[in-house]
């Protein structure tokens, strides 16, 4: 199965690009002031601010009557012809981040046939994280009658030899410019030999590759989502909507059936994993050593390593013969016990000062959890499924994916 594809890609052909692109919809979702400022960036130019609801505008939003306007903005572009459409390619991204990294990645469409988000997936794309049902209802409403998408899905590849993407031949530019607010650079150029391109993505479903990186082929994992979890979600309940009345000859090519991506090897240099804490507030915390220590498969010679924090103080529990996500999964389920029995609310915490400070507050307590290091990723979700919700984050809010390239969906 040819499962990342070139597509053709829609590139804003605008004055002032930089005014274009914005960060995921799903960034800064506390912080409505960090999208007032970008609106105020972006002005009266085209911008795919005009294209998205920023989830920190929802509370105050009509999303029906926003939609609407979504729809029509979609419409305009399109016939304004502010688009250069560069037909059957790949877009070679090289997106330089604040603290002067570069992350490579290459932007194409990911067939939806091989992605399937439930728990129990074995398909060749599947969720890295737990995907929340109700939350893909109102995704595919807007898909099914939008004109266009946008990516911020990210798919990882395992690449040991760092080789695929970089060894990829750039031809010509179709950008370069300064994202706004702290977003870093982004140049992209298109591939040239389309063929090698397929070719090595191919080349990661070979029987015998899989077998050295995985010791299987069975049921391979071949792309992992990095980003975007529930976008590509709702974008694979709209396919199954819409490939119900179309006849078979008609599926393999329907614009419905693939999401435009990019697709980044999880072991670049720029890709890197920061554990999500967990926190209690407003509990009793004088039994959450205790409690935790006869719920959790303690294990002294154990290669997981945790820390619990209350304001009394903090102490190291090792574990063993777990994965990384059904550590995660094990200690949620020891907070959601533990909050059923004594009270609070649980929050996800990033930075282990951050976590400390609160856990070590009066009628609070907490799990610092321990780093995932990227070689477990891909094994992990082949053992043990998706990762629970709130597993880890991938870099930092302004280094998530912006919205830039667009694809025709109708």
Request: aromatic share 10%; glycine share 8%.
């Amino acid at each position: 199965m040819n499962i990342f594809r070139p597509a053709d890609i829609l590139v804003p052909n605008v004055k002032a690009i930089e005014k274009w692109s914005v960060v995921a919809c799903d960034q800064y979702t506390s912080d409505p002031g960090y999208w007032k400022e970008s609106n105020e960036i972006a002005g009266d130019e085209p911008s795919a601010l005009r294209m998205i609801i920023p989830e920190a505008e929802l509370p105050f939003k009509d999303v029906a009557a926003e939609s609407e306007k979504i729809y029509a903005v979609m419409a305009d572009y399109l016939s304004e012809g502010i688009f250069n459409e560069y037909k059957n390619s790949y877009i070679i991204v090289e997106r330089t981040l604040a603290d002067g990294t570069v992350r490579e990645g290459i932007v194409g469409m990911v067939d939806l046939e091989a992605y399937e988000w439930t728990d129990d997936s074995d398909s060749p794309v599947r969720a890295t994280e737990h995907t929340v049902e109700d939350r893909l209802p109102p995704r595919v409403r807007v898909r099914e009658r939008a004109l266009l998408e946008m990516p911020h899905i990210m798919l990882f590849i395992e690449d040991l030899s760092d080789a695929l993407i970089k060894s990829a031949e750039k031809g010509d530019k179709v950008y370069d410019f300064e994202l706004m607010q702290g977003g870093g650079h982004i140049r992209g150029w298109l591939a040239k030999d389309i063929g090698a391109v397929a070719d090595s993505f191919e080349g990661l479903s070979d029987a015998s590759v899989l077998k050295e990186k995985y010791g299987t082929a069975v049921n391979p994992i071949i792309f992992a989502m990095g980003d975007g979890n529930h976008s590509i979600a709702a974008a694979k309940n709209y396919w199954n909507n819409v490939k119900q009345s179309l006849p078979t000859e008609m599926q393999d090519k329907h614009p419905a059936r693939f999401a435009l991506a990019e697709t980044v090897n999880i072991h670049d240099e720029a890709i890197v994993f920061e554990p999500i804490h967990k926190v209690i507030f407003e509990t009793d915390s004088e039994s959450f050593f205790a409690e935790a220590e006869a719920f959790l498969p303690v294990d002294e010679d154990g290669n997981r390593e945790i820390t619990l924090i209350t304001e009394s103080g903090n102490k190291t529990l090792r574990m063993s013969g777990l994965t990384m996500g059904e550590l995660i999964g094990k200690c949620e389920d020891f907070c959601v016990s533990y909050t059923k029995v004594h009270g609070g609310y649980i929050d996800y915490i990033h930075g282990d000062g951050e976590c400390i400070g609160f856990a070590s507050r009066k009628s609070c307590a907490g799990i610092l959890m321990p780093k995932i290091e990227k070689s477990e990723l891909f094994r992990s979700v082949i053992e043990s499924g998706p990762f629970p919700k709130k597993s880890f984050s991938i870099g930092h809010a302004h280094d998530k994916r912006y919205y830039l390239e667009c694809r025709k969906i109708k």
